[in-house]
């Protein structure tokens, strides 16, 4: 638990009250989650609201602790788990290829162009904003939260709610991807070996990740030990920890063993299929699968509550601050409602305010390294766009799920009609 009050005040100091508050937050937790599946309402909007009283709490009593390497930590292994859990339901059919397609499309499509528009954005209001740092600092605010969109479009149609899955999902691995780009093409002597940089860790990324997801699932399904699962996750952390330190799309890693677990049959193809025991390798993904449910459900609880605690919310009361996330987030809605009127037609309710922006935004600001800092910069603008959108998306889940019901209702309350039949006679 220290992970989570790390030091400070003899609350701090006392290991039962630790577990008393860490409790009583799991606790919480699993009552915001029914409250969402009854409202709409996002519980990760909840556990800030929650953080924020705790903040006031803890000032009232004069307690103080430093949470930033906490969030961090927990920011990592939470996007490890969110990404896991959304690849471990990523079914690669044939059927399902082109929704799968198209979502990568409007996710790329719309990362880049909400990405660039933020940074003119930044950069006519922060004067000095170098066009680098500015598109650091605009690349978080457009990926969008799948440890936000996955637990709340639960109980959407089955189609939005997987494109939603394979949108939020590929919005934070590219924009993660994106957003190191641009920090390391700071070492880069040009454009062009900046590009063939990045190609060339994605490559070799692929390699290590395809590799050494047939490695893991050969050697697992030959352990006979009951505890393997938490070795397998132990396995995944390291691997993610080692790629980052060489600067390669780690999460990439995750992502494609996710896949690769999730389909076996497809990547086990043709005289393959003798390595693979389908039935032990099937039992490792179902217990897989519900351990990174209940892993990432404890880390997203503790992430979203301690960054509430970290908010300042005078911030707020910015006005510069309010007028540049208030035409962030315009041009967010305005760049989705063009992308998906073009996909989609008019069926676009309620997608086009499913774009909120959350865990993988907060954890990619404390990634800035301190040479790429600009003092200017408001940490508010992070806030108010990740409040706002959050806001916005629980106001449109709401309203469609009133529809719904009154769409039933109606249906509900026409009578069934039918016909008295006879057969005709033989003289007819």
Do not use: C
């Amino acid at each position: 638990m220290n992970l989570f009050f790390l030091s400070g005040g003899s609350f701090f100091d006392d290991p039962y009250s630790l577990i008393i508050a860490a409790s009583s937050i799991i606790i919480l937790s699993f009552f915001f989650n029914q409250i969402s599946k009854k409202t709409n309402i996002p519980s990760v909007l909840l556990l800030i609201i929650l953080g924020i009283f705790l903040k006031i709490g803890m000032d009232a009593l004069g307690l103080y602790n430093n949470f930033d390497s906490t969030l961090e930590i927990l920011g990592i292994v939470g996007l490890i788990m969110i990404v896991l859990e959304a690849a471990l339901e990523l079914k690669l059919e044939k059927e399902k290829m082109v929704p799968i397609l198209l979502a990568l499309g409007i996710a790329i499509v719309g990362l880049i162009a909400s990405a660039f528009v933020a940074k003119l954005i930044l950069q006519y209001f922060i004067t000095d904003l170098p066009d680098l740092q500015a598109w650091i600092y605009a690349t978080p605010l457009s990926i969008l939260s799948s440890a936000i969109i996955i637990p709340s479009v639960s109980d959407l149609r089955i189609d939005k709610k997987e494109f939603h899955i394979y949108e939020s999902t590929f919005s934070d691995i590219i924009g993660i991807m994106m957003f190191y780009y641009f920090i390391n093409s700071v070492d880069a002597v040009s454009a062009a070996s900046g590009w063939f940089v990045f190609f060339r860790d994605l490559v070799l990324t692929l390699l290590i990740a395809l590799v050494s997801s047939y490695l893991i699932i050969l050697i697992f399904q030959k352990i006979k030990s009951h505890v393997k699962l938490f070795l397998l996750i132990a396995v995944l952390l390291l691997l993610y920890a080692v790629a980052k330190k060489f600067h390669l799309s780690a999460l990439l890693i995750v992502l494609i063993f996710g896949l690769v677990i999730a389909n076996m049959k497809l990547f086990f193809p043709g005289k393959m299929k003798k390595y693979l025991n389908y039935k032990k390798a099937i039992h490792i993904y179902e217990e897989l699968h519900i351990i990174t449910l209940e892993t990432a459900f404890v880390v997203r609880t503790f992430f979203f509550v301690i960054f509430g605690i970290t908010i300042l919310l005078s911030s707020l009361l910015d006005l510069q601050v309010a007028l540049i996330s208030l035409l962030i987030i315009a041009s967010i809605y305005i760049i989705r409602l063009a992308l998906l009127r073009l996909a989609f037609g008019k069926d676009i309710l309620p997608q086009i305010f499913i774009a909120p922006r959350g865990l993988i935004t907060i954890l990619l600001f404390t990634q800035i390294p301190d040479s790429l800092a600009f003092e200017s910069f408001n940490s508010g603008i992070l806030l108010f766009v990740i409040i706002g959108t959050s806001l916005i998306m629980t106001g449109a889940m709401i309203f469609d799920k009133s529809r719904s019901e009154k769409s039933v209702k109606k249906a509900e309350s026409v009578p069934v009609g039918y016909l008295k039949w006879k057969p005709k006679s033989l003289e007819e």
